[in-house]
């Protein structure tokens, strides 16, 4: 008999921590935080409030711009996949198309934006 003949066994018990570990070895590596089965988290160095990072004027409005460009990219990237530099260039991708929503309607005539940043 040749050794790829035989069948090992392993114990329930340590295939599942073999396979946690190998979950916690991803999460690492994406930095995706796993919550149950069905979710997990993932953060970016900052959130779409940050003034120091965006302008006043639009920190904490862009979510609409923000949501756009995270289906975008999950569509090209799977967001299991995704790191906290991808969550990084989503916000500033997202906070570039509230920008340029908010110039178009101004040149167009087109929505309203409010005066407290939100489109209605």
Same mark, same amino acid.
């Given at each position: 008999? $040749? ?6 066994? /392993?114990?329930? +018990?340590? *295939?599942?921590?073999? &396979?946690?570990?190998? *979950? &916690?070895?991803?999460?690492? !590596?994406? =930095?995706?935080?796993?919550? #149950?089965? =069905? %979710? ?7 959130? /779409?409030?940050?003034?120091? +990072?965006?302008?006043?004027? %639009?920190? !904490?409005?862009?979510?609409? !711009?923000?949501v756009?460009? #995270? +289906? ?5 990237l799977?967001p ?8 990084? &260039? @989503? +916000?500033?991708?997202? @906070? @570039?198309?509230?920008? /340029?929503? *908010?110039?178009? @309607? $101004?040149?167009? !005539?087109?929505?309203? *934006? &409010? ?6």
């Amino acid at each position: 008999m $040749k050794e790829s003949d035989y069948v090992r066994v /392993q114990p329930l +018990i340590a *295939v599942r921590e073999q &396979e946690e570990r190998e *979950v &916690e070895a991803h999460q690492r !590596g994406n =930095v995706y935080m796993h919550v #149950n089965d =069905v %979710s997990r988290i993932i953060r970016a160095p900052w959130h /779409q409030a940050d003034e120091t +990072i965006f302008t006043p004027g %639009s920190a !904490g409005m862009q979510y609409l !711009g923000m949501v756009l460009e #995270n +289906i975008v990219r999950a569509s090209i990237l799977a967001p299991n996949r995704w790191t906290t530099t991808t969550l990084s &260039e @989503n +916000i500033v991708e997202g @906070n @570039n198309i509230y920008q /340029q929503i *908010v110039i178009e @309607n $101004k040149r167009r !005539g087109g929505l309203v *934006v &409010e005066e407290d940043g939100c489109l209605s």
